[in-house]
């Protein structure tokens, strides 16, 4: 944990770019602004730990800077085209701001901007501590399978926001996106989110922080019971008629690797996360 001590002062880059959008958003009535310093501030602290160590070039960093930086820049431009394109709240911050009356200018600062920026430095502690470590590690073949497989998850995710954005566009009024990857798993996004960080952390375990995988641990537990699958179940159970016979044939996260259930995949136009 010493590295975390000597290197704290990074989290003050996340920090502040949630706060610079807060009063943005009171501007806009938009909280869900904030999802634009997600990617990038991961991206952000990052490259400012690397500025700080001397710009160091050796392949354990460069394993894990790169594919953290890719996935950073691909999310923050994603998340940002989609808020301009989509015009409005998104829902999930509608709903927040309903339940959060009386006071949910001030209040949003706490339950949204400075809580993701919390949660944010945590999920980056163990995989920043790697980069910290990372020079002077002599990287193996595997370091770099695993640096691969990473970008290749970063890959995976885009291929996933773009069959749902392209649904939209052809079905603005809601439905069930069930075909391409979301005739594998409900929810490929978040799959292969944590997958992305499960490798880095596996990274920085190489590099020498045995607790890194709390990354990856702490990325779980959001998509699958805070903001990701727990709040998407309950609203798409409530909007889209098919749901559940969707979900009864399609896993959430993981794929059934030895039988499908009938109709997965099978080109039905329905609906979206």
């Known amino acids: 944990m010493d590295v975390v001590i000597e290197h704290g002062w990074i989290w003050l880059v996340s920090l502040g770019g949630f706060l610079a959008l807060w009063p943005i958003s009171l501007l806009r009535r938009d909280a869900s602004i904030v999802d634009f310093w997600w990617g990038p501030g991961f991206g952000a602290m990052a490259v400012a730990l690397w500025l700080s160590m001397g710009r160091p070039t050796d392949g354990m960093t460069l ?23 989509e015009g409005e709240e998104d829902a999930r911050y509608q709903e927040l701001r309903a339940a959060w009356q009386p006071g949910w200018a001030w209040k949003s600062l706490f339950v949204v901007f400075l809580l993701q920026s919390v949660l944010q ?97 702490l990325i779980f537990a959001l998509l699958r019971y805070v903001s990701g699958v727990a709040v998407l179940e309950d609203r798409l159970a409530r909007t889209r008629p098919d749901f559940e016979s969707y979900r ?11 039988q499908r259930g009938p109709g997965a995949g099978s080109g039905q136009r329905k609906a979206a996360d």
Not at 63 to 68: M, S
Not at 167 to 173: G, I, K, L, N, S
Not at 175 to 193: D, F, K, M, N, Q
Not at 248 to 258: D, K, Y
């Open 63 to 85: 394993a894990i800077l790169v594919p953290l930086l890719l996935w950073s820049a691909r999310l923050g431009v994603h998340l940002g085209l989609r808020r301009i394109r």
């Open 121 to 217: 430095g945590l999920t980056a502690m163990g995989v920043l501590a790697g980069l910290a470590r990372a020079p002077g590690v002599a990287p193996s073949a595997g370091v770099y399978v695993l640096s691969a497989l990473a970008i290749l998850a970063a890959i995976v995710e885009l291929i996933s926001d773009l069959q749902l954005d392209r649904f939209r566009a052809r079905v603005p009024h809601g439905g069930l996106l069930t075909t391409g990857l979301r005739g594998i798993v409900r929810y490929p996004s978040y799959s292969a989110e944590i997958a992305f960080w499960s490798l880095l952390s596996l990274l920085a375990v190489v590099a020498g922080v045995w607790w890194a995988p709390l990354s990856a641990l």
């Open 248 to 258: 009864a044939r399609v896993p959430a996260l993981m794929p059934r690797l030895m």
